[in-house]
């Protein structure tokens, strides 16, 4: 009897063994690289318009749905925080809460659902990347106050409650620019240009989609224009007017309005991103 008592506690002990090494799939740490992402802070994403940072350290996560429940909470390791995604639903836009901060969350995106999935993301929580950071799926720009929220076409009035907004750049081809609200990812106006490089900074061209977000400390259209209409006119026309429909509103168009395509008004993000149908 104590003979086979002690085979029996062999046995247990080993898979106890076993389980601690590769990770319980039935609970506790998710299986690394099992169909996981993966999110760490990068001060490296600050960009030009570097905004103050909101942590130092990832303490806590949680992954939140649409409506705002949590799906889950993420395994801290190593300062990194790992939610397994294999339930997840590819295509969608999930919200991460770090360090508890509520009016700072952090948009996600995934193509898939299995594999490793790395997000990289500033600590000032606005600026991110899904995918490996020299060739990411995914730039996200989140503009938290002070940058105004979404406003209304009409007249440039915010929104109330305020939609605080954030911006997905598919680097697809052609790429394509998404502006959503951030808590709920409804999509309030898009962007895909019909040329892949724009005129930057002196005789260069940039891809489009480091020219449009300021995440990699590139000169993005904002440092292009610099506060001078003339880079930007001889193409763009007269960078005051806002057209009567949003609808009418083309790039190469002497009658300008083309600053009014994503926010109100050629100052950018200081004046918010509109909804074309407020």
Not at 40 to 59: F, H, N, T, W
Not at 143 to 148: A, G, I, M, S, Y
Not at 153 to 160: A, F
């Amino acid at each position: 009897m104590r003979s086979a008592l002690r085979g029996i506690l062999a046995v247990i002990a080993s898979a106890s063994l076993l389980l601690t090494a590769v990770g319980c799939p039935f609970g506790g740490s998710p299986l690394p690289n099992a169909n996981t992402l993966t999110l760490r802070l990068d001060p490296s994403l600050a960009g030009e318009d570097a905004d103050a940072p909101l942590v130092s350290a990832i303490e806590n996560a949680e992954l939140l749905s649409s409506t705002g429940g949590v799906v889950q909470t993420a395994t801290i390791s190593g300062g990194t925080a790992v939610f397994s995604i294999g339930t997840l639903i590819a295509g969608r836009d999930y919200f991460i809460r770090i360090n508890s901060l509520a009016d700072a969350l952090v948009p996600t995106r995934l193509d898939t659902t299995t594999g490793a999935v790395e997000q990289s993301i500033s600590p000032s929580l606005q600026t991110s990347v899904v995918g490996p950071a020299n060739e990411p799926t995914y730039r996200v720009r989140t503009f938290l106050q002070p940058h105004k929220g979404i406003v209304r076409y009409s007249n440039g009035l915010e929104l109330v409650p305020r939609q605080t907004a954030y911006a997905v750049l598919t680097r697809t081809t052609p790429p394509s620019l998404s502006i959503r609200v951030l808590g709920t990812g409804e999509e309030v106006n898009s962007f895909s240009p019909t040329v892949t490089t724009h005129p930057g900074i002196g005789p260069s061209l940039q891809p489009f989609d480091t020219f449009t977000l300021d995440l990699l400390s590139t000169a993005h259209h904002g440092a292009v224009y610099g506060g001078d209409d003339t880079r930007c006119s001889a193409c763009h026309g007269n960078l005051d007017v806002k057209v009567l429909t949003f609808g009418t509103i083309t790039p190469l168009s002497a009658n300008g309005g083309w600053c009014f395509r994503c926010h109100y008004g050629k100052l950018g993000d200081e004046l918010g991103f509109v909804d074309p149908l407020q």
